[in-house]
């Protein structure tokens, strides 16, 4: 069964930091490239940050460039987005997403090209 699990969300104060974790489980791992996407509230789901199968290439969008980082373990299945210098414009409920592909470098910013997803964690960053 293919599974993609979150982890790490939470109530953080503005500036803080906080470690999500996606663990896959069903999956050849390092044959997926993998997204980050976020919702808020009466807001749609919205591209956070995307790696690449090989964890070559990243991409950010452009509201959290500079602050977030995502990297891989396909050792260990598992892909993370390190948030730093949280925003409350950053709350919202994070998913992970991934794509099977044949590109070892690209990286996908489109929600509508990923087929399996995480269940979703909530982070709330107050002011």
């Known amino acids: 069964q293919v599974q993609l699990v979150e982890s790490g969300g939470g109530l953080v104060q503005a500036g803080g930091s906080l470690r999500l974790s996606c663990a896959a489980s069903g999956v050849t791992f390092s044959s997926y490239a993998m997204g980050w996407f976020r919702q808020a509230p009466g807001k749609e789901r919205e591209f956070v940050a995307a790696?690449?199968?090989?964890?070559?290439?990243?991409d950010y969008a452009r509201s959290v460039k500079g602050r977030f980082t995502s990297s891989r373990d396909n050792a260990q299945n598992t892909v993370y987005l390190q948030m730093n210098s949280l925003e409350p414009a950053d709350t919202a409920v994070y998913y992970c997403?991934?794509?099977?592909?044949?590109?070892?470098?690209?990286?996908?910013?489109?929600?509508?090209?990923?087929?399996?997803w995480g269940q979703g964690t909530q982070v709330t960053v107050s002011s």
């Open positions: 790696i690449a199968k090989s964890a070559s290439s990243t």
């Open positions: 997403a991934a794509k099977n592909t044949a590109f070892t470098y690209t990286t996908f910013r489109d929600r509508y090209m990923y087929n399996i």
